[in-house]
């Protein structure tokens, strides 16, 4: 199961890289960029299920208003269904977004 969340974050760090997706989104009067890669400071955490860094939190704090736009994405939507996916959010005290 590890693997396969390893693989789900390598695929989305390469598929956003190689595209260059971008998407605005606002949150509280501030506009956040939808970048899935900057998500990259969680991807220790999110292969092994270990703490996430400060970083990782705060990076998911930034884009909180795009989890559910990544999670929609049919492309690598999935990888943050997977068991260290959320002991990630739920280690960076985020509530699990309800799309």
Same mark, same amino acid.
């Given at each position: 199961?590890?693997?396969?969340? !390893?693989?789900?974050?390598?695929?989305?760090?390469?598929l956003?890289?190689?595209? !260059?997706w971008?998407?605005?989104?606002?949150e509280?009067g501030?506009?956040?960029?939808?970048?899935?890669?900057? =998500?990259?400071?969680c991807?220790?955490a999110?292969r092994?299920?270990?703490n996430?860094?400060?970083?990782?939190?705060?990076? =998911?704090?930034?884009?909180?208003?795009?989890?559910?736009s990544?999670?929609?994405?049919?492309?690598f939507?999935h990888?943050?269904?997977t068991?260290? !996916? =959320?002991?990630?959010? !739920?280690a960076?005290s985020?509530?699990?977004?309800?799309?």
């Open positions: 199961m590890e693997l396969t969340g !390893a693989i789900c974050i390598s695929f989305v760090i390469v956003v890289s190689s595209l !260059a971008t998407n605005a989104a606002v509280e501030v506009k956040v960029a939808c970048v899935p890669a900057e =998500l990259k400071p991807t220790p999110g092994t299920g270990s996430p860094s400060t970083e990782c939190c705060r990076k =998911l704090k930034e884009q909180v208003s795009c989890l559910c990544y999670m929609k994405n049919p492309a939507g990888c943050f269904q068991p260290n !996916a =959320l002991k990630v959010i !739920a960076c985020i509530p699990y977004p309800t799309c």
